[in-house]
């Protein structure tokens, strides 16, 4: 069984601090996704970034960036200069495609909460 | 058109009631799925379609009943639900099965349900 496992359950900085959001994950699965998604209060998943099991390449979107290290099952997001507006919940999540469909199993989250 | 629309964004009904929430999105996709989240909980995977078949009921009870008339929609029916199944329902679309971005999900703004 998959599974995806967020430790922290908080972080609080303040704006323009960098954060680390941290994702370690288990699968038997060769080929697989992972992903990172935010929600704000207002409810909505919003997409960040999709990374395949065979790309080890670290990737940098802005203020964000993505270090997947496979050899630790680990994928780890990074806020820079964090602003007000990163304050959400953040799900990191695995992807495991069956023949039945493709089935997320997400992380517990971790809610950063920026201070002005 | 790259966005899933879900109505109502807020539902209160009582135990006895039936309802329906609905899902909609225009970008061609061929998947969609129904998840539920609780509050300060991750989403669940309840249903999957796949060309406009369901694939995956992830032992939902019957009081929720999924529908996908065509590509582009989704329901899901609800009758005789409990306090319990308060919650934020998120409908999310993906490409078709096969596919290299099938794995990439698209989420709705959710629904937010609460059962008196």
């Known amino acids: 069984a998959q599974k995806v496992t967020q430790a922290q359950t908080e972080i609080s900085v303040v704006e323009k601090e960098d954060v680390t959001l941290d994702c370690v994950y288990e699968t038997r699965d060769t080929t697989y996704y992972l992903f990172w998604y935010k929600q704000p209060p207002s409810g909505e998943l919003v997409f960040l970034i999709r990374r395949n099991s065979f790309d080890e390449q670290n990737e940098i979107s802005g203020r964000y960036s993505w270090n997947f290290q496979k050899s630790t099952s680990s994928f780890n997001f990074t806020i820079t200069a964090s602003q007000v507006v990163d304050s959400a919940v953040y799900f990191c999540?695995?992807?495991?495609?069956?023949?039945?469909?493709?089935?997320?199993?997400f992380g517990g989250g971790t809610r950063v909460l920026v201070k002005p | 058109d790259t966005e899933v629309t879900q109505t109502p964004k807020h539902l209160v009904m009582g135990m006895t009631n039936k309802k329906s929430l609905k899902c909609e999105q225009h970008m061609g996709h061929r998947a969609m799925y129904w998840y539920k989240q609780k509050a300060k909980k991750p989403p669940e995977l309840m249903f999957v379609y796949s060309y406009e078949k369901l694939s995956i009921n992830e032992s939902v009870p019957s009081r929720f009943s999924p529908e996908c008339p065509n590509s582009s929609l989704l329901n899901l029916h609800l009758h005789a639900l409990q306090p319990e199944d308060s919650a934020l329902y998120l409908c999310?679309?993906?490409?078709?099965?096969?596919?290299?971005?099938?794995?990439?999900?698209?989420f709705g703004p959710g629904t937010r349900l609460t059962v008196l």
């Open positions: 999540a695995l992807s495991e495609v069956e023949a039945a469909g493709n089935k997320l199993t």
């Open positions: 999310a679309s993906s490409q078709a099965p096969g596919t290299e971005a099938y794995n990439e999900q698209f």
